[in-house]
């Protein structure tokens, strides 16, 4: 059973860091890329970043370049989003979600996510 | 980029069918069958509905059936069932990599 645990949320300043983290199971995790979608309170769905199998490529939404960085431990079965210089509108629930093609360098489509970890940021 | 535009909400009867419109640009929409949609349901995870503009995965019922024309891609759900009430968002593919979605639209079944 495919299985995606985010951890890592919280209250945080204007300004600050947060990294957060996508424990996966239950399929060949290198095999697929991997996305962050968020949704700001009572706002829709945002894609946030991607990741390709490998890790050797990385996209991002224009809202969060240069502030967010993704990446991935294969390793582990981890996926990461380190977030940097946070601002009052990256307050939402951050998904993880699965690519639904194998071997997909994009994902253009998620076929399974996690239940979402919050990310508050206000002072 | 703005989001795709969808309507905030829309209502059917059971047994009726309903159709959620997801308008774009040529940029995204219009320029792509990288179309998705997604059903989202109070507390729990997003479920992927229809992908490539017109396939369903597997395990999606075949009331569910997408479309494409221009701009404006659309989600039809025919022989609207009780459990089909939730909020459902479209994806498409914007080009260099990036992905936008709808603003969601909230399905009440009457």
């Known amino acids: 059973e495919v299985q995606l645990l985010e951890s890592g949320g919280g209250l945080v300043q204007p300004g600050g860091s947060l990294r957060l983290s996508c424990v996966a199971s239950g399929f060949t995790f290198n095999n697929y890329a991997m996305s962050w979608v968020r949704q700001a309170p009572g706002k829709g769905l945002e894609w946030v970043s991607a990741?390709?199998?490998?890790?050797?490529?990385?996209y991002y939404a224009d809202s969060v370049k240069g502030r967010f960085t993704i990446s991935r431990d294969n390793s582990k079965n981890t996926l990461y989003l380190q977030m940097n210089s946070l601002r009052a509108e990256d307050t939402a629930v951050y998904y993880c979600?699965?690519?639904?093609?194998?071997?997909?360098?994009?994902?253009?489509?998620?076929?399974?996510w996690g239940q979402g970890t919050l990310v508050t940021v206000s002072s | 980029q703005s989001a795709l535009t969808q309507p905030r909400s829309v209502s059917g009867s059971p047994g009726q069918s309903v159709t959620i419109s997801c308008t774009g640009t040529s940029s995204d929409v219009g320029g792509y069958n990288y179309v998705s949609w997604y059903q989202l349901h109070p507390g729990k995870a997003p479920k992927l509905m229809i992908y490539d503009v017109t396939k369903r995965p597997s395990g999606v019922p075949d009331r569910f059936s997408g479309s494409k024309s221009g701009n404006t891609a659309s989600l039809t759900i025919s022989g609207l069932q009780a459990e089909d009430e939730a909020d459902y968002y479209c994806c498409s593919y914007a080009g260099t990599y990036t992905l936008l979605f709808g603003g969601g639209t909230k399905l009440t079944v009457l």
């Open positions: 990741i390709s199998g490998n890790g050797g490529s990385t």
């Open positions: 979600a699965k690519s639904f093609s194998i071997w997909s360098g994009f994902p253009y489509y998620f076929d399974y």
